[in-house]
């Protein structure tokens, strides 16, 4: 059964290609400590669609009554508009606005964190669409695109709209996910802002949210991404304080695994779609098991369902779980 927990509040960060929903609807299942998760982002196609995908992702029958929040990718009123309206619709209270992606297909089309430094912009977009916007809205940042201080000049305007929650990632989009995020320029976004403001960026471990806890006090709101990915229990163990070693955590994440593999196999068409589906999993899973290398490479080699399960048999008998 899933348990909420407080009082600090853990966010499972939206990762395109993995975090779907019986992903989301799996892990909730058999780990707790994560207080809201947030779906990859949503986007009209040019015949001004949601692709189907996309659709089934956020649907609440597929979604268990987990508190979820759909992301949406927009740069204009009547997407940002009819996104919003049909999320509300569905039954959704908040939706999230990604100004984060910082893939240059995305952001040299003004998308996602293409708009950080435009601040204008930005602020012109929020004042067309605040009046109409039914759901609560909360955003997804990074510092900026090139330079780390377009932050800094957004967040005074973003003070003039109701955000339910700032999430920000601290790194430029120029580094996609290379170096290291900037801790400092979070605090020093701290005064400025009058939001509620939720970290984000590279929080692997325990002991890597404790050191950020350190330089980050008063921040009561996380949110975690590829590290909760590669190991599912670090929610619990950040919450509890604790690495949890007395949980039988191979047993728990070989339940899971089998879980996630049972829907995939079926969901997805073909060997190839399915085992580079699987593939994608384990690019993470593998950093929580001894000999990550090995383990990853095993799957990698895995042409046929077959060996894919071989493959999966020996990295769980032969290793031995580490996070
Ligand atoms: C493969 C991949 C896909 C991602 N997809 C999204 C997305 O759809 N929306 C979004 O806001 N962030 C997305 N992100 C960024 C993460 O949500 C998160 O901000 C980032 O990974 C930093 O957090 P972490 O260090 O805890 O992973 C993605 C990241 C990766 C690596």
Known sequence: MYRQTIPIKIHFAPIQGITDYFFRSAFAHFFDGVDCFYTPYLRLTK??????????????????????????????????????????????????????????????????????????????????????????????????????????????????????????????????????????????????????????????TLSDFQDKQAQLPSTQSWML????????????????????????????FTEFHDSLWEHYSQAYYGNTQILNKMRGLWEYFSFSFSNSHKVYKRIKKAKTVEAYQQAVSINIRSESWLA
């Not at 991404?225 to 728990?252: V, W």
């Open 47 to 204: 015949g001004q669609e949601i692709k189907s995908s996309q659709y089934k992702d956020v649907l609440p029958e597929n979604n268990n009554e987990l508190p979820i929040i759909p992301q949406i990718m927009t740069n204009n009123h009547s997407d940002f508009l009819f996104l919003a309206e049909t999320l509300h619709n569905l039954g959704y209270s908040t939706i999230n606005w990604n100004l984060g992606c910082p893939y240059p297909m995305v952001t040299k089309r003004n998308l996602g964190a293409g708009m950080l430094d435009k601040p204008q912009f930005i602020s012109d977009l929020l004042t067309e669409v605040f009046d109409e916007l039914q759901p609560k809205l909360s955003i997804k940042i990074r510092s900026g695109l090139l330079a780390e201080n377009e932050i800094l000049n957004l967040l005074p305007l973003l003070n003039n709209f109701a955000i339910s929650d700032l999430i920000i990632h601290p790194r430029i989009a120029k580094l996609l996910y290379k170096g290291n995020a900037n801790v400092e320029i979070f605090k020093q976004s701290i005064p400025i802002s009058k939001h509620n403001l939720t970290y984000n960026g590279d929080i692997k």
């Open 225 to 252: 991404g590829r590290g909760l990915i590669a190991n599912p229990f670090l929610a619990e163990q950040i919450k509890s304080n604790s690495l949890l070693t007395d949980r039988n955590k191979m047993s728990i």
